[in-house]
């Protein structure tokens, strides 16, 4: 194999690690509660369903669990 192969070889490498280490990055700021579309330069579907989703349980009273023994 000649230079021009092993650098190929290499850029594959890095952008397909960069790939994964974004993608381990959103599911860390998913798993903290963080907002995972902070960075995103557009609308984010995902936090549309997030902010859609707090809402819900800010409305919905939390009811409190019946006693079965006293």
């Given at each position: 194999?000649?230079?021009?192969?092993?650098?190929?070889?290499?850029?594959?490498?890095?952008?397909?690690?960069?790939?994964?280490?974004?993608?381990?990055?959103?599911?860390?700021?998913s798993k903290e509660n963080d907002d995972p579309c902070?960075?995103?330069?557009?609308?984010?579907?995902?936090?549309?369903?997030?902010?859609?989703?707090?809402?819900?349980?800010?409305?919905?009273?939390?009811?409190?669990?019946?006693n079965c023994c006293g």
């Amino acid at each position: 194999m000649n230079w021009q192969e092993w650098i190929v070889i290499i850029l594959v490498i890095l952008c397909f690690g960069e790939i994964l280490r974004r993608i381990y990055l959103f599911f860390l700021r998913s798993k903290e509660n963080d907002d995972p579309c902070a960075n995103c330069a557009s609308g984010c579907e995902l936090k549309d369903l997030l902010d859609e989703k707090k809402k819900k349980c800010r409305d919905k009273p939390v009811k409190p669990k019946k006693n079965c023994c006293g």
